[in-house]
């Protein structure tokens, strides 16, 4: 007689054993802070930025991602977060910075007419 696939007591085969799965949790909400700024390299605001950037901690707690977003290009927005904060700069910013130079994100939200 041939062997028994399965766990010997004649049932279907048995796969390798396993631990039970925990049931699945549901996701945690996450949330998106798009702060919107007129351009880089101005007086105004790296004030508010340097804000945000020194407390991504708390949002990154409250699974809450920032964002920030003007007309300027990447290379703009580069060579401003790379700059330091006492020359001007945003020096390390630690949120990321969208350039919007077609206006899209801008328009799509009113905040550019």
Known sequence: MGRDAGGGDGG????????????????????????FYPAD????CPTEIHAF????????DLNTHVLGVSV?????????????RNKGGLGGCTFPLLGDVTKAISNAYGVVW
């Open 12 to 35: 279907p085969p048995r796969g390798p054993s396993r631990a039970p799965r925990p049931a699945p949790r549901a996701p945690c909400p996450q949330y998106v802070v798009l702060m």
């Open 41 to 44: 390299w101005t007086f105004v």
């Open 72 to 84: 300027d290009s990447a290379n703009s927005h580069l060579a401003w977060a790379n700059t330091p």
């Open 53 to 60: 950037s020194d407390r991504i901690q708390e949002f990154k």
